[in-house]
């Protein structure tokens, strides 16, 4: 799992592609969908990186780093 603590090392010092998902411990469907990831990480092996951020541990973290991917993205589009 991903927090704020390990973000940099896991997501932003990946030397491949990071599939960063969000989960709760009382969604069903992020627990079929972690099963899903673990098994398709067995399959790409070192090409891709899986990784899950717990919505309610993080939340705070999580807020904040969605407004970056907001804002970078706006940027982007040149919007702001």
């Known amino acids: 799992s ?46 891709c990186l899986f990784a899950t951020i717990d919505v309610d541990v993080d939340n705070d973290f999580l807020q904040g780093l969605l407004q970056q991917i907001f804002q970078k993205h706006l940027e982007i589009i040149g919007g702001f």
């Open 2 to 47: 991903v927090h704020q603590e390990n973000f940099k090392k896991i997501v932003e010092q990946s030397d491949v592609p990071v599939f960063l998902t969000l989960t709760a411990s009382w969604c069903q469907n992020c627990k079929k969908l972690i099963t899903q990831m673990e098994s398709l990480s067995q399959k790409v092996q070192d090409r």
